[in-house]
């Protein structure tokens, strides 16, 4: 039994959705490639590359009942969107942002592929957290200061962002508690402290850290994740009540005594009042989604390059500016529906630490969705998170593709042994 | 059990977040919509200069094609040139690359650039064929005589004249002094002593400024009379009256005996209009000066300030004075001119423009701008009257130096009291009219600042010249 295809899609005769993304991509590359007026052969042979491995992607998905057949399509229009305006902001970064994106491909196929065999073996709350703490700890020592911001690792001629792998560790950690709680609980001079202060403490400090690396949005969203699975699988209001008080309260006092955190927020709220220096980022923003209007000038016909990191953080201002809002509400959908097919996964699995594993997955890309888009629009202060599958970066990059295959295999494989487990479970009673 | 409810809070969890995406493209839409406009124009939005890169601005055309500013490319240069210098200033504007840009030129960027609907066909067309892209091109309602005329005119004393044809509301001739040379050399140059000088050389007095409109007001006062029945209201003119503790004089100190409205009208009574005023009342008064435009936001080709009336009107002086132009009372020259173009029109006031049609560079008309009924003024019957009045103001009143022979003019001048004339200046001269009566094809107010004369005296005769030139045009 596949859960993924509808009941009736053996009689439906609309063209497959891996078609549709085909032909997006026959435009969008076919465009991009006569774009300063000379054919650029180069274009087309990524172009071509990315749709073969698209149809190939799809029918091994397919074949191999390997589960939802469309968290990866989704995916695959993405990336699509992603890599023609990386390459037609910069042949060279286009470039690169291709190599990733076949890096990306191919950690998504391990992952998917051999996932099942580990996802039983390693359920061990403390070893996470101290990945996380050796991570941060890592960053703290060699890092290097790249925008401000010390959270790269540098080896060799290779760069990293540790917390783009933080935030994945981060759900497992969620999921160990949730499934085994106890393992946290700790005796003190006779007292027995419940686990999910201790949880508190510990996830505490990780924000304490992300703070120290000046990660806001990860720490944001990092929070985000904690406080939703609370709600979900704890059902523990009050706690989550305090939690975010707790929180608030000191995300208050870190903007009274952090004065970049101080200018995120006035940056947010007055953006022109010094639209020459701190401001001048969001709102060359804002001039590009708004002269893109509602279609866009056009892939090629606008200037994105005026906005400062376009590549990175703002890449979705520069889909509105060429693309029009039209371009970026599509690109809302599309995380819109990826959530949904996420959150479709994790109620359709019941054991409790997978099911930990699937919303939180879902809700780190979502939520994080929604922290840069509102950024960039200035619906919320910009905290510098990226754009899962659209911006420039190898370890975004990877980390999404890594959380897509994650999402694959507990669909496929996970999904399927839970529902053999429950077979046999209920022939021998 | 316990399945479900974590299974019914993980969707609770699904809905926050599709809600939170809705919002993002709520905002988004809103933003497009509503929330851009303000903010596009910032100077710091460096797409303005480089979508006009490569762009050969449209060109600005009078009514008979008699070119006002063209986009000159010297050298691969291309600069914005006013072949009329000064005269245009205070309607075109400019457009400078470092000073950005005013009036016509701003509001219609995006047609002179072609960014807008109208130019995408074209520049699309020059995609193609490599031609430099063009914008469109303003024929505007100004008539380039009469434009040239008002300002030889008004010489070098500071004020305003705006005409108008009254029946569709087209600008004929708008005129503020003092006024500048828009090209950018001498932009350049005097930028400081125009950005400082007392007289703001760079306000567009006909749309911008604000002035006590003195006894022309008195033609709304009548307008409000008659509408509430005392068309037949008399008064023994003994040169001066009382109200309320406060002594209201003619101009000159002069005694006129029995005076009724058209005759009261003549000679510009302020004895006859402030007695009026007692059985008039604030309210009647009000609500007619406000169905001519006044406290009302004027949408126009280039911006313009709310001509103001104050709507509590407190006590019997304040009223009084008011009536006949005072008080708490200023306006634009162009609603002077708005308010006796609606004589004119039977009541009505057409909505004015300066922008006549948009052509593209083949000169092909793209769009044309259809007249249009702004305000209801008053009723035909009430205009007429009060036309007669007017007539009689130029045959035997204040307003003689109006008079052209042959043609029926009316008119209504008036002397406004100012803070520079309480401090021991001049008052405001002022003249507002239209020819010929009893079919009119032009409308005029004249302002002139700060005039050793009154109004009657330097400024009927400017309204004078002007329609003059205009009906033997």
Known sequence: ?429 | MKKTTTNSRILHVFVVMSILFLVLIGYMSYFELRGKSSLMSNSYNRRLKAYEEGIIRGTIFDRDGEVLAITKIKNGVTTRSYPYKRLYSQVIGYSNDMLGKTLLEAQYNDTLLGLNALGVVGNTMSLITGEPKTGNNLILTIDHDLQTRARELIGDKRGAIVAINPKTGEILAMVSTPDYNPNESALDENWDYLTTDENSPLLPRAVLGLYPPGSTFKVVTAVAAIKKGLDDFQVEDTGSVVIDGKTFTNAGDKVYGTLDMISAMTVSSNVYFTTLSEKLGGRALVSTAEKAGINKKLNFDIPTSKSKINTKIKSDTELAATVIGQGKLLVTPLQMALICAGIANDGVIMKPYLVKSVSDRNGEILTTTFTKKLYRFTDAKTANQVTDMMVEVVKNGTGKRAAISGINVAGKTGTAQNEKSSQGGYDHAWFIGFAPADDPEIAIAVLLENQAEDGGQVAAPIARKLMNLWLNK
């Open chain 1, 1 to 429: 039994m596949d859960k993924f295809v509808d009941a009736n899609s053996k009689n439906n005769k609309a063209i497959s959705p891996v078609h549709l993304v085909a032909l997006v991509d026959i435009g969008l590359f076919a465009l991009l490639s006569i774009r300063t007026g000379v054919f650029e052969p180069f274009i087309m042979i990524l172009g071509g590359t990315k749709i073969v491995l698209t149809y190939t992607m799809y029918l091994i998905l397919k074949k191999l009942k390997m589960g939802d057949p469309y968290i990866a399509l989704i995916v695959a229009l993405l990336a699509s969107l992603g890599l023609t305006m990386q390459l037609r902001l910069s042949t060279e970064v286009g470039t690169k942002q291709f190599i990733w994106f076949l890096l990306g491909m191919g950690i998504f196929f391990v992952t998917t592929f051999i996932y099942h065999y580990f996802h039983k073996r390693i359920r061990a709350i403390w070893l996470f957290y101290g990945l996380m703490l050796s991570l941060f700890i890592l960053t703290l020592i060699v890092g290097v200061r790249i925008n401000g911001a010390k959270n790269w690792i540098i080896i060799g001629p290779f760069s990293f962002q540790p917390s783009e792998f933080i935030k994945i560790l981060f759900v497992y950690f969620m999921a160990s508690f949730v499934s085994n709680p106890e393992k946290l609980e700790v005796e003190l001079k006779g007292q027995k402290i419940t686990s999910k202060w201790i949880l508190m403490g510990l996830v505490f400090v990780l924000l304490g850290f992300f703070v120290l690396q000046r990660e806001f949005g990860t720490a944001l969203l990092v929070f985000m994740v904690y406080i939703s699975t609370l709600y979900v699988f704890e059902k523990a209001v009050l706690f989550s009540v305090i939690n975010i008080s707790v929180a608030g309260a000191a995300a208050f006092m870190a903007i009274q005594v952090l004065p970049h955190l101080q200018t995120r927020v006035t940056t947010w709220l007055h953006p022109f009042a010094d639209i020459a220096g701190k401001g001048y980022q969001i709102t060359q923003s804002l001039f590009a989604i708004g002269s893109g209007s509602f279609f866009g000038t056009g892939v090629g016909l606008g200037y994105p390059q005026f906005i400062p990191n376009v590549e990175t953080d703002f890449i979705f201002s520069a889909i509105c500016e060429e693309m029009g809002i039209f371009g970026g509400i599509a690109v809302i959908i599309l995380f819109m529906l990826l959530v949904y097919r996420g959150m479709k996964i994790c109620l359709l699995l019941r054991d409790p630490y997978t099911k930990v594993v699937a919303f939180g997955l879902t809700t780190t890309a979502g939520f994080q969705t929604f922290l840069i888009i509102g950024g960039v629009t200035r619906v919320v202060p910009l905290t510098g998170v990226t754009l899962p599958f659209v911006s420039y970066g190898g370890s975004s990059l990877v980390s999404s593709f890594l959380i897509l295959g994650l999402l694959q295999a507990l669909s496929g494989s996970i999904l399927r042994e839970e529902s053999f487990n429950d077979e046999k479970n209920h022939n021998k009673q």
